[in-house]
Structure formats: C-alpha cells, structure tokens
C-alpha cells in the first residue's frame, strides 16, 4: 500500500542550528512530492515540490529537500533555523496517475530553542 | 495570491446537530478537496470534488456530505453531528489536471467542537 512516513514526530533544535526533517515513502513509481508547513492557527503552505529533473529542490524560506530513490525519501532541510520556523511539517506524495488521493504523513512538530 | 477561505475558524455544535462548513476560492480552480486533521493521523480526505456537482469519495466519508453548486465553492455537511467528528476540518483547492501534480492551497481551517 502507498504510504508517507514521517518518523520523527517531534524535533527540538537551537536557533541557529541546522534542521533535517526525514520523509520515507513507498509508491511503485516515482512519485510528485511536497512539503507542507503549518503554522500554529493556519491552513498547510507549501514549501517547496519535486516532480522530475534535479533531485534538490530548492523552497520557500530558505528550505531545501532531497528526492533519493534509492532510499525512498525526500528529507527536508535548512541550514539555520530560525525562531519563526516553528511550526508543524508534513511530507505529502501526490499520485502519478489514475487517482486523486495526496498521501500525507503524520506530521513532525519542530520546537525552536532560543 | 490564491485564496481560500472558510466560514468559520471555530464552531461548537451539540451532538444531533446538522453542521454546514463552507469554503471558498477565488483562483478559479477544478479541483477542491475536505480534508480532517487529528493529531497523529495526519490529514485524511473526506471528499474531492473535480468539477460543479462532481464528487469523490475519500478515505472517511461516512458522516459527512458535500455539496459542490458553484465552481469557487465548496460545502462539507454533517448530517447528524456526533462528538467524534470533532476536529480540524481543511478545505483546500488545486489547478486542473493531474490533481497529483498539483500544489494544493489550503484554507485557514475550521476547528469544530461537538458536544
């Protein structure tokens, strides 16, 4: 069955510290992938997406992701976080054909350290 | 800049109640899609909606509604409104095609108590 699996529900860093948020999937072909933020109170934002091509993806707020087929995941990540990066973050695969249906991940709660 | 809306940010509703949440998009998008989000669970689709007075049923449907008679909006009903369907309610929309190629911009969300 197609699933996301994000296996870190909580992640507490330092400001200024970098950040990786791991998403695995499994689906029988490449998928489109997303990363979605949410902020406390809000609707889900999108970071950033890969659809083909370079497998780093550059984002919105300074994020980045990396598409690994090999190990099925598309981990998040920011080289210096800052306090307003605190948010929830969800790993989301879009079907390539036939359905509708995004697959979403639980979700990882990031904490900032001041 | 796409926007999405929702009627209401918080609702509290007694137990037996018929509940309407709305939502609205001014982008002009095909695709619209109700989504609940609980804690640990992730978001999980309710129902999609691919064009006026088409829909899909998602993975929990059973509950809930929908009706789709506008292009910009989209109405998630609760026939009969039970305690475990409180929740945070997401509507969110997407350009036409491929649904799965598609960004999808969400609205602010309803958190709906029932009691």
């Known amino acids: 069955a197609q699933s996301v699996t994000q296996p870190d529900i909580h992640i507490t860093v330092s400001e200024g510290a970098s950040l990786e948020l791991r998403c695995n999937y499994s689906y029988g072909a490449t998928p489109y992938l997303f990363w979605y933020v949410q902020s406390p109170g809000q609707g889900l934002q999108l970071l950033l997406k890969?659809?083909?091509?370079?497998?780093l993806v550059q984002g919105i707020k300074g994020f980045e992701a990396e598409f690994k087929r090999s190990q099925s995941s598309f981990n998040l990540r920011k080289p210096s976080v800052h306090w307003s990066d605190a948010a929830e973050y969800f790993c989301a695969v879009g079907p390539t054909s036939g359905t509708y249906k995004y697959i979403f991940g639980t979700g990882t709660r990031l904490k900032v350290l001041a | 800049d796409v926007k999405v809306t929702q009627s209401s940010r918080y609702l509290v509703k007694r137990t037996g109640e018929k509940v309407f949440l709305e939502c609205v998009q001014d982008?002009?998008?095909?695709?619209m899609f109700w989504y609940r989000q609980d804690p640990g669970l992730g978001l999980r689709l309710i129902y999609f909606s691919y064009d006026v007075k088409m829909k899909e049923k998602g993975d929990i449907p059973e509950g809930y509604s929908v009706s789709r008679e506008k292009k910009e909006r989209f109405s998630l009903i609760l026939e009969s409104a039970s305690t475990n369907q409180t929740s945070m309610y997401l509507c969110?929309?997407?350009?036409?095609?491929?649904?799965?190629?598609?960004?999808?911009?969400f609205g602010p969300g309803t958190r709906l108590t029932v009691t």
């Open positions: 890969y659809f083909s091509g370079d497998t």
């Open positions: 969110a929309s997407s350009s036409p095609g491929q649904p799965g190629a598609r960004e999808q911009y």
């Open positions: 982008m002009d998008h095909e695709n």
